[in-house]
C-alpha cells in the first residue's frame, strides 16, 4: 500500500532523513515513535507534500505508484490523509464550503457526481455526530475558535468523510485530555479496515492504549533504527529513546 | 520668463473642449461662472503628475492619454435592455445614461413620502438657489482635479431630497451606463440630501455598455442630517478600456449613522475619491471597500476624512487583489482637530499580491491635534499564506480553487459589512466571475 524506500530529504542545508525505509500494507496500523527532532514530522509533510522539503534519495509508493512529482491536492485524491499536529485555521472559510470543496474534489477524481447539498448535509452530520462534533461548530470557519481537542476531532471527520486508503496522523494525542483522546482513538478505529492502512506519529505510548498497532517503528536521526510489535512501546516508555539515540549516533 | 509646460494631448483637449461647449451645458450664468472658476484651476495647474502629493501614486497626467468628446445621448433602446447590475435588490432604478437623467427609463412611481427627486439639470437651467449653494464646496475639495473637472463638464445627475423622519424603504440605485462607440465622456453630479432621523440606502452602479475607452466622471455630494442612517454603496464595473473617476463628498450630521463601500471592480485606471467629514458630535461612520485588479489596471482609493466633532467614531477598512502587473494604491488620511476629544477611528488596509509584479501602496496619514483620542492605522502586504494552501491542498482541493477560497475569504471581512442583502449577493456573484476568469 504504501511503501517508503531509501528516502533522503532536506530543509535548506539541512538533511532531516537519512534513508528512510518503510512498507506498510493494508489493513496494518503502524507506529512511529521518536524522540524530538528525530523527523517524524517531516515525513508526514513530506508524505503529503508541503514544498519546503526537497526529496534527494529515494521514492515513495502508494498503491505502487510513485507519488512524489504529485501535488499535495493530487496525493489526498490518490488516497492520502495527514491529521496535521497543528490543524490551521482559516478565517472567513466556512467550514461546510471546505468540506464540500475536498468531497467534491475527491468524488470528481473518482468520476463520481457531485452530492447535492441535503445528501452532503445528511453525510457530514452523521460523521460528526459520532465524534461529538457539534453543528454550532460546523457553523464557524475552519478551526477558527476551536480547542486543542476540537480541532484533533475535526481532522478525524474529515479523514472519516473523505475515506483515505492511508491515514498519516501526527501526532494526534498532542494537546489531548483523556476523554478527547478517547473519543478520537474511537474515531480513528471505526475507520480501521482491512483495505485501509494508518501511520500513527507519536512521542507516547498513550495514544497506543487506544489505537492498537500491529508494528512499533523507532525513528531517530532520519532513520527507521528499530522495529517491533507493541511491546516495543512499553519497553520505550519505561526506558526512553536513549538507547536507540545512542544507536543512531553510532 | 515664466516657462510654459508641454500640454499633454489630454489637456489640450481639455483646452479646446471647455470653451466650446461652455454656453451650451445647462445652467445660468451664475452656474456659467462656478464652471468658469472650476476650469480656470485645472488649466493653470495642469493635470496633476506623480510631483502633487494627492497624486503621487496615480500620475494622471501621465495616465491620461487622451480626453475623448463629450457623449451622445446614447441609444434608448440599448440602454433600456441592460441587464441590472444588482438583481432582486427591489431598488427604485434612476438611469442615467450618457451623462443625461433618464425620467422615461427610471422607475418613478409611487415615491415614498418625503422622497423627491430631481434633475440637476433641470435645477441648473432654473438657477435653483439651493442647488447652487450645494455647487459650492470646501477649497480643498473644489480644488480637486477630478471634482474641478466635473463641476466645469456635469451635465445632469439627481438631485434627491428625503425629508426629515422619512423612511425610504426602498432602496434608491442609480444607474450610471455607458452606450455607444467611440469613446466619449461624461460628467454627472448628484446631491442628496438626506433630513434629520431620516433613512436611505443609496445604491450607485456605474458600467459601460461598450468596450471602448470612456471616461466617466461621478461625483455624489451626500448631506446626512442629525440622526440619519445612511447606507452607500458603489459598484463600479467599467470595462478595462474605461478611464473612471468618483468621488463622494459626505457630510455627516450629529448622531448619525453613515456606511459607505466602493467596489472597485473596473475600469483600466480608477480613482474613487472620499472627501468626508464629521460635522455634528456622537455619530458613526463605516469606510469600506475592496478592489480587483488584473492584468495592468491601475485603481486608486484616496480617503480624506476630518473628524470635526466629539466622541464620533469612525471605522476604514479597505481590501485589495491585485494579480498579473496591476497597481492598487490606497492613501487614506484622517484628522482630528483639537475640539474633537474622544475620537475613536481605526484605518486597516490589506493588499493581496497573486504575481511576483503586482503593487500594492498603501498610505495612511493621521493628523490629530486632539490628546483624548483613540486612532490607529495598519496596513499589511504580502502573499496568499502558504500553510493555509497546504492544508487546502492536502484535503484534495485544486490549487485554484483553493487560492479562490482564501482570496473570497481575504475580501469578505469588508464585503459581509454590506448590510442589504441583494447588494452583497451581486457583489459576491462578481467576485466570483472575477475569480473563475483568473481560474480560467
Redesign the interface.
Known amino acids: 500500500m504504501l511503501e517508503i524506500k531509501n528516502l533522503h530529504a532536506r530543509i535548506g542545508d539541512r538533511e532531516i532523513l537519512k534513508g528512510l525505509t518503510l512498507t506498510v500494507k493494508p489493513g496494518e496500523v503502524h507506529a512511529i515513535m521518536g524522540p524530538n527532532g528525530a523527523g517524524k514530522s517531516t515525513l508526514s509533510y513530506i508524505l503529503a507534500g508541503k514544498e519546503d522539503y526537497e526529496v534527494t534519495e529515494g521514492e515513495v509508493l502508494l498503491n505502487g505508484a510513485s507519488i512524489l512529482d504529485l501535488e499535495p491536492n493530487e496525493r489526498s485524491v490518490a488516497g492520502l490523509f495527514l491529521a496535521f499536529q497543528y490543524p490551521i485555521e482559516i478565517p472567513g472559510v466556512a467550514t461546510m464550503t471546505f468540506l464540500k470543496a475536498a468531497l467534491n474534489a475527491h468524488r470528481k477524481a473518482k468520476g463520481q457526481d457531485e452530492l447535492t447539498t441535503p445528501e452532503f448535509m445528511k453525510l457530514v452530520k452523521g460523521v460528526a455526530e459520532k465524534l461529538n462534533i457539534t453543528s454550532d461548530m460546523l457553523k464557524r470557519p475552519v478551526n477558527v475558535g476551536f480547542s486543542g481537542g476540537e480541532k484533533k476531532r475535526a481532522e478525524i471527520m474529515q479523514m472519516a468523510l473523505l475515506q483515505p486508503s492511508i491515514c498519516i496522523l501526527d501526532e494526534t494525542d498532542s494537546g489531548l485530555d483523556i476523554d478527547a483522546l478517547k473519543v478520537v482513538s474511537e474515531g480513528v478505529n471505526a475507520l480501521r479496515a482491512p483495505d485501509r492502512a494508518f501511520v500513527v506519529i507519536t512521542h507516547y505510548q498513550r495514544l497506543l492504549d487506544h489505537i492498537v498497532p500491529d508494528i512499533v517503528h523507532v525513528l531517530s536521526d532520519g532513520r527507521i533504527v528499530r522495529t517491533g510489535g507493541p511491546e516495543l512501546a512499553l519497553d520505550l516508555e519505561k526506558n526512553g529513546y536513549a538507547a536507540y539515540v545512542a544507536d543512531a549516533a553510532a | 520668463m515664466v516657462a510654459t509646460p508641454v500640454r499633454t494631448p489630454a489637456e489640450q483637449a481639455l483646452a479646446a473642449r471647455y470653451p466650446a461647449e461652455r454656453t451650451s451645458l445647462p445652467g445660468t450664468a451664475d452656474v456659467i461662472a462656478i464652471r468658469d472658476a472650476a476650469f480656470g484651476g485645472v488649466e493653470k495647474s495642469g493635470l496633476p503628475h506623480r510631483r502633487v502629493e494627492d497624486w503621487k501614486y496615480t500620475d494622471l497626467r501621465a495616465r491620461l492619454k487622451t480626453f475623448p468628446p463629450a457623449a451622445g445621448p446614447g441609444d434608448v433602446a440599448r440602454v433600456l435592455i441592460a441587464a441590472p447590475a444588482v438583481e432582486g435588490d427591489k431598488a427604485r432604478r434612476l438611469v442615467i445614461a450618457n451623462g443625461r437623467y433618464r425620467p422615461e427609463l427610471s422607475d418613478l412611481e409611487d415615491l415614498e413620502p418625503g422622497l423627491s427627486i430631481f434633475s440637476l439639470a433641470t435645477a441648473l437651467e432654473a438657477g435653483d438657489a439651493t442647488v447652487l449653494a450645494a455647487l459650492k464646496l470646501d477649497d480643498a475639495v473644489a480644488s480637486n482635479t477630478a471634482v474641478a473637472l466635473n463641476t466645469a463638464f456635469m451635465t445632469d445627475g439627481l438631485v434627491i431630497d428625503v425629508a426629515e423622519g422619512a423612511e425610504v424603504g426602498r432602496p434608491v440605485e442609480l444607474v450610471h451606463i455607458a452606450e455607444g462607440e467611440p469613446a466619449a465622456s461624461t460628467a454627472v453630479r448628484h446631491l442628496v440630501t438626506v433630513g434629520k432621523a431620516a433613512r436611505l440606502t443609496l445604491i450607485e452602479t456605474i458600467e459601460s455598455l461598450d468596450t471602448v475607452a470612456h471616461h466617466s466622471n461621478v461625483m455624489t455630494v451626500l448631506e446626512v442630517g442629525e440622526g440619519a442612517k445612511v447606507d452607500h454603496i458603489r459598484l463600479q464595473l467599467e470595462p478595462d478600456e474605461a478611464v473612471s473617476l468618483t468621488t463622494l463628498v459626505a457630510r455627516i450630521g450629529r448622531e448619525a449613522n453613515f456606511d459607505t463601500f466602493n467596489a472597485a471592480l473596473g475600469a483600466g485606471l480608477a480613482r474613487a475619491q472620499i472627501f468626508a467629514e464629521f460635522a455634528g458630535r456622537d455619530a458613526q461612520a463605516g469606510f469600506r471597500g475592496i478592489t480587483m485588479l488584473s492584468g495592468r489596471r491601475h485603481a486608486d482609493t484616496t480617503l480624506s476624512l476630518i473628524h470635526g466633532a466629539e466622541n464620533c467614531q469612525s471605522r476604514e477598512l479597505y481590501k485589495a487583489v491585485i494579480d498579473d502587473e496591476a497597481r492598487s494604491v490606497f492613501a487614506g488620511r484622517i484628522a482630528v482637530p483639537a475640539h474633537a476629544q474622544k475620537t475613536d477611528a481605526r484605518m486597516m488596509t490589506a493588499s493581496l499580491l497573486l504575481s511576483e509584479e503586482a503593487e500594492a501602496d498603501a498610505k495612511p496619514e493621521l493628523e490629530i491635534f486632539a490628546d483624548d483620542v483613540q486612532c490607529g492605522h495598519g496596513a499589511t502586504c504580502g502573499a496568499i499564506d502558504?500553510?493555509?494552501l497546504?492544508?487546502?491542498?492536502?484535503?484534495?482541493?485544486?490549487?485554484v480553487?483553493?487560492e479562490s477560497?482564501?482570496i473570497?475569504?481575504?475580501l469578505?471581512?469588508a464585503i459581509d459589512e454590506i448590510q442589504n442583502q441583494a447588494v452583497h449577493d451581486a457583489l459576491i456573484h462578481r467576485v466570483e466571475g472575477w475569480l473563475k476568469a483568473r481560474a480560467a
Not at chain 2, 497546504?390 to 490549487?399: A, D, E, T, V
Request: aromatic share 14%; no cysteine; proline share 5%.
Open positions: 502558504e500553510d493555509l497546504f492544508y487546502l491542498l492536502s484535503r484534495g482541493i485544486p490549487k480553487e483553493a477560497m482564501l473570497l475569504a481575504f469578505g471581512e
